[in-house]
């Protein structure tokens, strides 16, 4: 009888074994990183519909810069979520930037809530969205504006700051439409989720923004002339605030004059 059992357990083995080809761990997604196949953005776009009106929820209660990784899943089916994680996993060096990775956040450190400020567009009044920063930065900035204004009757504010990797995951897959879905294109301009500053609530990063609504995003030589940020150049280090991305720092990443990190050390922000 035992030889039986014995006899009747192999033979359910091999019958099992015979379907495991069906079962196989589905293989990573190869993601083409100089414009992606007809195929990959088909998918993005379909991935990009479903996650909108989630991000557009969370952003409408103020949470997104608590999002995590899970919270962002939690509306995709497995292929999606794969292709999400195809993202999630790029490293910078594969796509030609050389930033220091500075681990995935997910919004749990402190942060201080900045309600209430107001630039005005084209004459119009405009509320910019509630920002998140550490509560080292945003000591610092509040130092920092309260001398610029001294200094040149002017200040700054705070277009964005903490965002969380999850956040920034999004955000990278969101704007490969506006650089043809060349993935090493878009790094140029977005960081990749792990990479940003804007995760790393003890070296922020700051984009700032005019009370006439420049930020150079369009032009930067508008930004660059503007006396903010000829006062910062010359006073923000006071501060603890560095600019992250000069012209021609050699890092892949294109020349951001409004975005600034604070940064107490003086570490580098490139290897």
């Known amino acids: 009888m035992k030889n039986f059992r014995v006899l009747i357990a192999s033979f359910a083995l091999i019958i099992f074994c015979s379907g495991c080809a069906s079962f196989k761990t589905p293989q990573p997604i190869d993601l083409e990183l100089d414009g992606l196949s007809a195929e990959h953005i088909a998918q993005v776009r379909d991935l990009l519909k479903k996650l909108e009106p989630y991000i557009a929820k969370k952003d409408r209660k103020g949470e997104l810069p608590y999002l995590t990784l899970d919270e ?3 509306p995709l089916n497995s292929r999606e979520t794969r292709l999400l994680h195809a993202f999630r996993d790029l490293r910078a060096r594969e796509v030609g930037t050389r930033i220091p990775y500075r681990g995935f956040s997910e919004g749990k450190t402190p942060l201080i809530r900045l309600d209430g400020q107001k630039i005005r567009v084209n004459g119009l009044e405009k509320e910019l969205p509630p920002q998140f920063l550490s ?3 945003y000591e610092a ?13 002017k200040k700054l504010y705070v277009e964005s700051a903490y965002r969380s990797s999850a956040h920034q995951l999004y955000l990278f897959i969101f704007y490969l439409s506006n650089h ?3 993935i ?3 790094a140029k301009w977005v960081a990749l989720p792990g990479y940003s500053e804007h995760g790393d609530p003890r070296r922020l990063a700051i984009d700032f923004i005019n009370a006439e609504g420049i930020n150079g995003e369009k032009d930067v030589t508008t930004f660059e002339v503007l ?4 006062w910062l150049l010359k006073n ?20 951001e004059p409004w975005h600034w990190r604070y ?6 922000c490139c290897v």
């Open 72 to 74: 962002l899943e939690s």
């Open 135 to 137: 509560p080292a930065a």
């Open 141 to 153: 900035y509040q130092s920092m504006m309260t001398a610029m204004s001294r200094d040149i009757g």
């Open 180 to 182: 043809s879905y060349s």
């Open 184 to 186: 090493r294109e878009t």
């Open 227 to 230: 006396p903010e940020y000829q």
């Open 236 to 255: 923000a280090g006071q501060f603890g605030f560095v600019l992250s991305y000069p012209k021609n720092a050699g890092v892949g990443i294109t020349y």
């Open 263 to 268: 940064a107490i050390t003086s570490e580098p």
